[in-house]
């Protein structure tokens, strides 16, 4: 019996012949950051593709306590929209919904995980520390684009971050409209991910995928997420963090396609 005010958008494919694909987003938007470009793709690959809005996010409901929901909320999110669907499906992550999988993962398994620019074991510190640095604006800007009050200095400081230099208006745009307003209380959770007590990882086929150009976790710290999942990595050219709206969305797509053909 569902529980939660979570939605899940289903995207049947028409041939289906392959394992069935959960993507759970990342932090600061919700499920329609993969509607553009991979659901298509993985259906067209014969995926039945499902997206979960995470609680206080797209079309789930709990915008208005979003402060409320901690990673554990979205952990709970998670657990309910695996156990409403037909087949156990495949679990790929985003970002903070690497981190959700990853912790949902330490009580349950799953046929296989893909973790895409991943929040590092380290947290979410390091990163806000090194972006400030970079772009002393930047958490000003970032709070503009959540907002919904972006300027011009805010567009162009948030594609340097979340997109890769190769982005074209057209993609900044589309990033844009996904963007919304993050539970504090989550972020502090990304924070704290240090100070958690390490857990065995269960051994499931794992990929660990990341974009050459990503401003928010480097490609060079994929390894401290593979290493512990005995993963595979993968780094996408031309691709930043949001690696499946930006230029090398495709050449990502392709590569977990392929990963997925070998399960």
């Not at 996010?57 to 901690?70: P, V």
């Not at 909320?73 to 919904?97: C, F, K, Q, T």
């Not at 993050?182 to 269960?202: F, G, I, N």
Request: net charge negative.
């Amino acid at each position: 019996m569902k529980t939660r005010d979570i939605h899940i958008h289903t995207h049947s494919a028409p041939q289906p012949k392959g394992r069935p694909i959960l993507f759970v987003h990342g932090a600061y938007t919700h499920s329609g950051c993969w509607q553009e470009f991979f659901i298509p793709f993985f259906q067209s690959a014969g995926h039945d593709c499902y997206t979960l809005d995470l609680s206080g996010h797209g079309a789930s409901r709990g915008r208005r306590q979003r402060l409320d929901f901690g990673i554990d909320d979205y952990v709970a999110d998670l657990a309910e929209a695996r156990a409403s669907l037909p087949v156990d499906p495949v679990l790929i992550g985003h970002s903070m919904g690497c981190t959700v999988v990853q912790r949902h993962l330490e009580c349950a398994t799953a046929p296989a995980v893909a973790f895409l620019a991943p929040v590092p074991p380290s947290g979410t510190i390091v990163s806000a520390c090194r972006l400030s640095l970079l772009y002393p604006d930047y958490l000003i800007q970032l709070e503009k684009a959540v907002s919904g009050h972006p300027t011009a200095e805010t567009v162009e400081r948030m594609s340097q971050v979340y997109l890769s230099p190769k982005a074209s208006l057209d993609e900044i745009n589309r990033f844009f409209g996904m963007v919304q307003p993050e539970s504090q209380r989550a972020l502090l959770d990304l924070a704290a991910l240090p100070l958690r007590r390490y857990v065995t990882r269960p051994e499931i086929p794992t990929l660990v995928m990341g974009g050459a150009e990503d401003a928010v976790f480097p490609a060079g710290q994929l390894y401290t997420t593979a290493l512990p999942w005995r993963a595979r990595s993968v780094v996408v050219q031309d691709a930043g963090h949001m690696l499946m709206i930006d230029p090398g969305w495709e050449q990502a797509a392709r590569a977990l396609r392929d990963w997925l053909a070998t399960l």
